[in-house]
């Protein structure tokens, strides 16, 4: 079979994301089809950018996540980050590099069309169209990679451009000691479906209802962007950052931005029901460094009135934020206590892991 071109490609994105071709409505005023996308916020808003690198067996394996699950999770890691900031996504740009061997076999095609399909359902509930990329073959190593056909990796760059009111957007930096943390959803279990994914997981199918993650965490996560928006317009959050790398690493961050240091109650954790079945010191580890939940992390002040569900998600107080130490940056002393059940404190070390690293486990990460 010969490898379909780039033109083929791009024609078969083009038929996969009608929506790509669809301008002069919305924020996304030109799609696919010129040298540029041509896009336009709604008065009086600011553009939020964030791009996702993902990368087969770093960010998804081949042999364990079904297409349409690395589709999926490719489109949601950056929604996440916009839901994270209370943006409202306009559109999508999609940069594939592809191994010869996919696109010249029928499985490789029937792959790429199911990874389309994961990502198209994505993005058509949350209303952002396809406004752009581009494709590329990946280049195969001497001694190949482990792809499927162990002849090369799959690469999908993802640039997601949303728009919040200026000066609203939430940001990692706003919190005070004083101010009450809270998380949406659960914890853990994008961590818990990832340790029991099998070659049989291949057969999992985008959920019929994906607003619903209690089933697939890791497999199709729900980015929080009703979530989000509705933080911000509340003005109900001082801070917020999503949960891509564990609660202990993320809310690392958050203290760091803020400049505030965070106590946690472990009995206040709203651990996944995947969970319940770990023992206990197991399910709390990976509620604390998981990640991939996508979950978002925010603290409020004490006199917000944070409701117990937003949009149908349900909103848990978890801890409260308190003063830094005057010598904690010199001392490196971490920002993060936690106070366990027998009401013993601990330091809580960031510890979100990522899963298909083979040296430390740790990540770096610039967003
Ligand atoms: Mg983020």
């Excluded at 996702?52 to 999926?72: I, K, Q």
């Excluded at 994505?122 to 169209?129: I, T």
């Excluded at 957007?169 to 994008?190: E, F, K, N, Q």
């Amino acid at each position: 079979m010969k490898p379909i071109g780039e033109i083929a490609l791009i024609e078969q994105i083009r038929r996969e994301f009608p929506t790509a071709r669809r301008s002069g409505s919305g924020a996304l005023r030109l799609g696919i089809g010129d040298d540029c996308a041509i896009l336009r916020p709604p008065p009086g808003h600011e553009v939020l950018v964030t791009t996702d690198f993902t990368l087969e067996s770093r960010h998804f394996d081949r042999r364990l996540h079904p297409p349409e699950s690395a589709g999926h999770r490719a489109l949601a890691r950056g929604l996440s980050d916009l839901a994270a900031m209370g943006a409202t996504p306009m559109a999508v740009f999609l940069s594939l590099a592809l191994p010869p061997d996919l696109l010249a076999s029928a499985q490789g095609r029937a792959w790429l069309r199911r990874f389309f399909h994961g990502l198209r359902a994505l993005a058509a509930l949350h209303r952002v169209p396809l406004a752009g990329g581009d494709t590329s073959e990946s280049p195969v190593g001497a001694r190949g990679g482990p792809g499927l056909d162990n002849t090369g990796l799959i690469l999908a760059d993802i640039v997601l451009v949303g728009s919040a009111p200026s000066g609203k957007a939430l940001r990692r930096s706003g919190a005070s000691p004083g101010d009450l943390l809270y998380v949406t959803g659960h914890l853990g279990g994008a961590a818990a479906e990832l340790a029991g994914l099998t070659p049989s997981s291949l057969r999992v199918k985008t959920p019929r209802n994906a607003l619903d993650p209690s089933r697939h965490p890791q497999l199709f996560p729900v980015p929080r962007v009703e979530v989000g928006r509705t933080l911000l317009r509340r003005n109900l959050a001082s801070a917020a950052i999503d949960l891509s790398d564990g609660l202990s690493t993320d809310l690392a961050h958050l203290c760091r931005a803020s400049g505030v240091a965070a106590e946690v109650e472990e009995t206040l954790l709203p651990l996944h029901p995947l969970l319940r079945r770990l023992e206990a010191p197991r399910a709390v580890n990976l509620a604390l460094n998981g990640g991939e939940d996508y979950e978002l992390l925010f603290s409020a002040p004490p006199s917000a009135r944070v409701p117990r569900s937003i949009a149908g998600v349900s909103i848990t107080r978890i801890g409260r934020l308190t003063k830094q130490k005057p010598d904690a940056r010199k001392t490196g002393a971490p920002f993060v206590t936690l106070i366990q059940q027998n009401a013993v404190k601990k330091p809580l070390k960031p510890a979100g892991w990522e899963h298909f690293s083979t040296n430390s486990g740790h990540k770096s990460t610039l967003s």
